[in-house]
Every structure is written in C-alpha cells, then in structure tokens.
T-cell receptor
Framework: DAGVIQSPRHEVTEMGQEVTLRCKPI?????LFWYRQTMMRGLELLIY????????DSGMPEDRFSAKMPNASFSTLKIQPSEPRDSAVYFC??????????????FGPGTRLTVL | ELKVEQNPLFLSMQEGKNYTIYCNYS?????LYWYRQDPGKSLESLFV?????AVKQEGRLMASLDTKARLSTLHITAAVHDLSATYFC???????????FGTGTRLQVTL
C-alpha cells in the first residue's frame, strides 16, 4: 500500500501567487482530512471530507483558502492569493471509516509551503 | 470549544529512565489518540483509547485513559534513544467529528 500521497513536498512561492496542494488518499478510504502545522498554532484541522463531500470546513482560515475533492482518489487545497503567514506544513490524512471504534487517521508526508 | 493540553512541552531524559507525559482535555470525548512525529516527518498513529480505564501497550510505551478526570497518560519505560520524537495526543469530541490536537511533547532521550 502506497499510503497517503502528497505533492509537491516543498513549495516556495511569492506573496500573492496561487498555490495548489494535492493529495491522494489511501485507496478505499472514505474520509480525507487537511491539516496545517505551524510552530505558533500547532496542528489544526482545516477541512475534512466524507465520500467527497465537505463535512466540516470551520477550520479554513479565510476565503483565500478553498478545498475540493472531485473524486475518491484526489483532493486539492488552494490558497489564492498566498501570504507569508500561510507558510506552514500542510498534511493530508485519510481514514477508512472515521467514527468506527478503532479507526485512525493515516497521515501523508506533508507539503512544506514557504511564502516569501 | 474543546481544549487539549499536554505537559511537559519538552522532556529530556536519560536512557533507561521512566517518565510520563500527560494529556488533559476540557470536554467529554469519544476517543483519544496518541501520535508520534519524528523531526521533519509525518505523524504515525500509536494508540486509540476508547473507554474509561483503557490501557494499551506497545513496547516501551503504555497509554491509559481516565475519562472521569479527562486525562490520558503516555508512560515511557526504560527509555531508549529511538523513542526521541514529538508525541501528540488528540481528542475526538463526538462520533466521526474532528480531532483536536494537543501542543505536543518533544521527547529527547540522551545516552
């Protein structure tokens, strides 16, 4: 099993540019989560999907952030326009059946975003 | 709003010693998780704790849950260098709801 796949692994961009982060969940997993990790705020959930439908987007910081899941094997997180304070590591995670007693979330390797 | 606090934030310990990391949370929870993160790496799930009094062990790590006290502990027995990492607890407030992560405890095991 390839695990959760994220691309790119590193992204450096300039303020004002559009950034798109990509995630491929583990095959068969119905839940997909996007997290952001920073030194100041720790690890925080941005949004999660169930069967491609957004369930909770209360963690999305502002309108500059958007996430989509067009099919079961692909999701994107877009920032437009990007700002230096968006610099962080963005993780994608997936779960087979979130809510089942012993289920867990499997994290991808993360995308380190630097906005200059 | 669910709050999750860990302490200590940083722990330096010698090989062979025992220590405990604490995780307190503010509201009733369905599940509590412990994750490990190596520097610059992703998060790896260690334990899922479901009910009051639950105890799980894997190697030198043992996690327990007291839902009445809203407290989980991660006990390290006879630490070895390979355990050096950051450990996070995470709490799920309701079934199939989001996880709220603690601040993390950075563990450094020295020779």
């Amino acid at each position: 099993d390839a695990g959760v796949i994220q691309s790119p692994r590193h992204e450096v961009t300039e303020m004002g540019q559009e950034v798109t982060l990509r995630c491929k969940p583990i095959s068969g997993h119905d839940y997909l989560f996007w997290y952001r990790q920073t030194m100041m705020r720790g690890l925080e959930l941005l949004i999660y999907f169930n069967n491609n439908v957004p369930i909770d987007d209360s963690g999305m910081p502002e309108d500059r952030f958007s996430a989509k899941m067009p099919n079961a094997s692909f999701s994107t997180l877009k920032i437009q326009p990007s700002e230096p304070r968006d610099s962080a590591v963005y993780f994608c995670a997936s779960s087979l059946f979130w809510g089942a007693p012993t289920d867990t979330q499997y994290f991808g390797p993360g995308t380190r975003l630097t906005v200059l | 709003e669910l709050k999750v606090e860990q302490n200590p934030l940083f722990l330096s310990m010698q090989e062979g010693k025992n220590y405990t990391i604490y995780c307190n949370y503010s509201t009733t929870s369905d599940r509590l998780y412990w994750y490990r993160q190596d520097p610059g790496k992703s998060l790896e799930s260690l334990f899922v704790l479901l009910s009051n009094g639950a105890v799980k062990q894997e190697g030198r790590l043992m996690a327990s849950l007291d839902t009445k006290a809203r407290l989980s502990t991660l006990h390290i027995t006879a630490a070895v260098h390979d355990l050096s990492a950051t450990y996070f607890c995470a709490v799920e407030a309701g079934t199939a709801s989001k996880l709220t992560f603690g601040t993390g405890t950075r563990l450094q095991v020295t020779l």
